[in-house]
């Protein structure tokens, strides 16, 4: 049994030392885990002196490709038309692109209301959309932590005639902001280097992952599920194949809030954020939210992935060798609706607009600066705030001298947490929250 907290940070600890017992004693899989991340792993935890693997992970490992109804997919081909592999128009004055993905200006957020249309929501793509048909798509279920150990497929018809959900969430990159620990704190960090516009809120609608799990049959012996894309295989700089996009989930989030989202903002999925069904995670960091979702494991012992063992930890002095446990949470942002070094007129009364946003708590207060953290005033909070989802803020400035400056937002959420100055380090740049220093002139 696992506890209903592996959501919190402390549990999860707890619950990513459980699994590595269980891997040591060959009770846990780690299918396309490099082995060197696995030994980390278990070396940092004192668990591991010359040790062979356990030996029953080859064999599961063929089992599960076996029985897997994706693993033989294509890679990207090498002759794949270069450019972000986005299907929707990317504007430049709406999108920054970065590799495979496109980045949202904040500025052109001050456009749209308290939803992203998805005409302005930001795409992370490890590899590129896939242009997938809604009339042949299926869901699989499988696993061995299903009753009878069968396997069950829905079509989008099936999961739009179950009782549907809506709920308000943002979804975040887990790096979002990773360019700041270079710019604000020296301390380069690998990974695309987003400002702070790795961040969308949109209005989903879906059915509960729990509820297409009952229909399932989801045995008492389940632990994990581990939902994976139909996009592409992913191939990593170095050349190693990691597999489709994929990671695991404690069952007790998997039953808790989290959809299998059909629908964007009243409209059915866009093919970039995931059609024709995604995760949806809310609170947690973006890769938990799969997006083109094909199928889904439900299995009876722990599970691995490269996405919560090579990424998506925090590592670097300061970190345990292995890594934090998997992240879970995003954190608490501030972003002013301005580009780097805007003009603002001298003399004029302008209205600053932002938003700030916890995945922990709402938030109960934003102030500003705008002389570079020498004096903080409160902002006027246009919305209703509640965890997980964005506040738009605003204050009235009225600069006198024209120069260069330097403006500040620091938000404060429920759970008491203000922005700090600096976030500490970690080599692959995840959860900045730290308050951002944004330049703009005096015109
Ligand atoms: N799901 C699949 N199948 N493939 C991916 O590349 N990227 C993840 C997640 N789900 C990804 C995925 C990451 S890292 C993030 S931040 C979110 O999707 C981004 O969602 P969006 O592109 O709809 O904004």
Redesign the pocket.
């Given at each position: 049994m696992i506890s209903k907290e592996t959501s919190h940070g402390s549990s999860e600890e707890e619950y990513d030392r459980r699994r590595r017992a269980q891997w040591l004693a060959g009770e846990a899989r780690a299918d396309g885990v490099a082995r060197r991340d696995m030994l980390r792993l278990l070396a940092a935890a004192g668990a591991v002196t010359g040790l062979a693997a356990p030996t029953a992970t080859a064999a599961t490992a063929a089992a599960t490709a076996a029985a897997s109804p994706v693993a033989a997919g294509g890679t990207v081909p090498a002759d794949a038309p270069k450019g972000p592999g986005i299907v929707k128009p990317l504007p430049a004055d709406r999108f920054t692109i970065r590799g495979t993905?496109a980045e949202t200006k904040f500025e052109a957020l001050a456009e749209t209301g308290f939803h992203t249309p998805a005409s302005h929501?930001?795409?992370?793509?490890?590899?590129a959309t896939p242009r997938l048909d809604a009339k042949t798509w299926r869901l699989k279920i499988w696993g061995d932590g299903l009753e009878g150990g069968g396997a069950r497929e829905f079509t989008l018809a099936d999961l739009k005639r179950l009782p549907s959900t809506s709920r308000t969430a943002f979804?975040?990159?887990?790096g979002n902001g990773r360019s700041f620990f270079t710019t604000q704190q020296g301390q380069p960090a690998s990974g695309t280097a987003w400002t702070l516009g790795?961040i969308?809120n949109a209005r989903w609608r879906g059915v509960r992952l729990s509820e297409v799990l009952r229909r399932a049959g989801v045995s008492r012996h389940a632990v994990d599920v581990m939902p994976?894309?139909?996009?592409a295989e992913?191939v990593t700089d170095d050349g190693t194949n990691l597999g489709?996009?994929r990671r695991p989930l404690p069952l007790s989030k998997a039953l808790d809030d989290v959809l299998l989202a059909y629908e964007m903002n009243g409209a059915p999925l866009p093919e970039?954020?995931?059609f024709p069904v995604?995760?949806l995670v809310p609170a947690w960091?973006?890769?938990?939210?799969?997006?083109?979702?094909g199928d889904i494991e439900v299995s009876s012992t722990p599970l691995y992935s490269p996405w919560n063992t090579q990424f998506y930890r925090l590592f670097g002095e300061g970190h345990p060798p292995e890594g934090s446990a998997p992240l879970t949470h995003q954190t608490l942002k501030s972003a002013f609706e301005l580009p780097w070094n805007a003009p603002v007129p001298a003399g004029r009364t302008s209205h600053l607009t932002g938003r700030s946003w916890s995945a922990k708590g709402a938030i109960t207060r934003v102030e500003i600066s705008t002389d570079g953290g020498g004096t903080w005033h409160k902002a006027h909070l246009k919305d209703t705030p509640r965890r997980g989802s964005w506040t738009r803020w605003t204050t009235p400035w009225h600069p006198r001298t024209p120069g260069p400056t330097t403006l500040l937002a620091r938000a404060t959420d429920t759970t008491g947490q203000t922005q700090p100055q600096t976030t500490p380090h970690n080599t692959q740049g995840y959860l900045f929250d730290a308050v951002v220093r944004h330049a703009v002139n005096v015109v």
């Open positions: 993905n929501f930001f795409v992370r793509n490890h590899t979804v975040e990159c887990a790795a969308g994976r894309g139909l996009d992913y489709r996009v970039d954020h995931g995604r995760v960091v973006g890769i938990a939210s799969i997006k083109w979702v």
